[in-house]
């Protein structure tokens, strides 16, 4: 990990206590900025309440230590998501203390990517390899395919709009960028559009 504090004109590593330095996902607690979360590639998930300025991992539960994603709870922060190989969600509720899988009808795939709904609560998504996009409305209890639409079901990357929430944006392995709009059922989902 290295940090810039003037806007990217200088960069120094803030690695202290994170023992895998492929890092593969970053988040920082929207409430306490100094807090930050480090997915990495085979070391699990670390965790530094000093800016980074030194890590400590936080595994326990976590029975697989390869992450791709990381998703904080805009309106829990102490409610963290990750994404793994293989192995699906699993979601801590005491800011990475402890771990558990959510991952009913998800299980067996690669969690690349993972936005929360900040308008819906328990609302998320997770985008995988191969599968395309999954959706829970209850905390990652369960989860069910939204992919109507996706010609590429590799998604590597998904982003909520900041401006019109209900729109999400799926990233995905060289087919382009797709977008889902919510209908007239909340919960009725497509993916209508290739954005190339």
């Known amino acids: 990990v290295f940090k810039s504090t003037n806007g990217g004109g200088n960069w120094s590593d803030f690695n202290t206590g994170l023992t895998n330095t492929d890092v593969d ?3 920082i607690d929207p ?3 100094t807090t930050l979360y480090a997915g990495t590639d085979g070391g699990g998930v ?3 309440t000093n800016g980074g300025g030194n890590w400590s991992d936080f595994n326990t539960g976590l029975i697989n230590t390869d992450v791709h994603a990381l998703a904080i709870d805009p309106a829990t922060p102490t409610t963290l998501y990750v994404g793994t190989d293989g192995s699906g969600v699993f979601k801590s509720t005491n800011g990475g203390v402890s ?3 959510v991952n009913t009808g ?3 795939f690669y969690v690349l990517a993972l936005a929360i709904d900040p308008m819906v609560l328990n609302t998320l ?3 995988t390899e191969g599968g395309g996009v ?3 409305t209850n905390g990652g209890g369960n ?3 939204v992919n109507t639409g996706l010609t590429n079901t590799d998604v590597y990357t998904l982003a909520i709009d900041p401006i019109t929430p209900t729109t999400l944006y799926a990233g995905t392995w060289g087919g382009g960028v797709f977008d889902m709009e919510q209908v007239e059922n909340p919960y009725n989902l497509y993916l209508p559009a290739i954005l190339r």
Do not use: Q, V
Request: glycine share 4%.
């Open 31 to 33: 409430a306490t900025p």
């Open 46 to 48: 670390f965790k530094s």
């Open 143 to 145: 989860w069910s395919a």
């Open 125 to 127: 998504y997770a985008g």
């Open 134 to 136: 999954f959706k829970s």
């Open 25 to 27: 996902a970053l988040a």
């Open 99 to 101: 771990w558990s899988a």
């Open 106 to 108: 998800l299980t067996s």
